[in-house]
Every structure is written in C-alpha cells, then in structure tokens.
C-alpha cells in the first residue's frame, strides 16, 4: 500500500507544480510592483527636497513653488493610499 501512496504522492506533486509555479511567479511580480512603488515614492520625495532648495535659493518663485508642490504632494498622497490599500489585504504567506 505504501507503494501506491508514494506514487500517488508523486503524480499529486507534478499536477500542483505548474500552479506552484505560477504562484511563485505572481509573488515575485508583485514584490516588483511592490519595489517599484517605492522607489517612484523616494523620486517624489527627492523632487520635494530640490523643490524647497530651489525656492530657498531663490531660483524660484513662491507661486511656482506652491504649484509644483500641490502636484507633486498629490502624487505621493495617491501613492501613499494605494499602498495603504494594498496593505489591508492579507498576505498569502503568512
């Protein structure tokens, strides 16, 4: 009987292992997405940080800098709420 077990063990394990795979698969995508999401964030935040340089040395206007802050302050928001979003649902590891 252990023999049939094993082998039904077997053939059990090379049907999942396409599925396996896939799962594999959309984990790394989504820590891409995930990294990605990141780094366009720290961009934003880098823009910022230039933004008030250049306001503080003058080579800006404050109404330029007030509009291209509310741009870029927009943008990180949506990113913000995405990740937080994405945060909220579980994750298939634990």
């Known amino acids: 009987m ?5 082998t039904m063990l077997v053939i059990d394990r090379l049907l999942w292992f396409p599925m396996r795979g896939l799962l594999h698969i959309l984990r790394e995508v989504h ?9 366009e964030g ?3 935040r880098t ?3 230039e933004l008030y340089m ?3 040395a003058q ?5 330029e800098f007030d509009d291209a802050e509310v ?3 927009d943008r990180l928001d949506r990113i913000e709420a995405r990740d937080a979003g994405a945060g909220d649902e579980p994750d298939a590891d634990e």
Do not use: F, M, W, Y
């Not at 080579?59 to 109404?63: D, F, K, V």
């Open 2 to 6: 252990s023999g049939a077990a094993g």
């Open 31 to 39: 820590k891409a997405v995930e990294q990605e999401c990141e780094s």
């Open 42 to 44: 720290d961009a934003i």
């Open 47 to 49: 823009e910022l940080r």
């Open 54 to 56: 250049k306001l503080e």
């Open 59 to 63: 080579q800006i206007t404050e109404q």
């Open 71 to 73: 741009v870029l302050l």
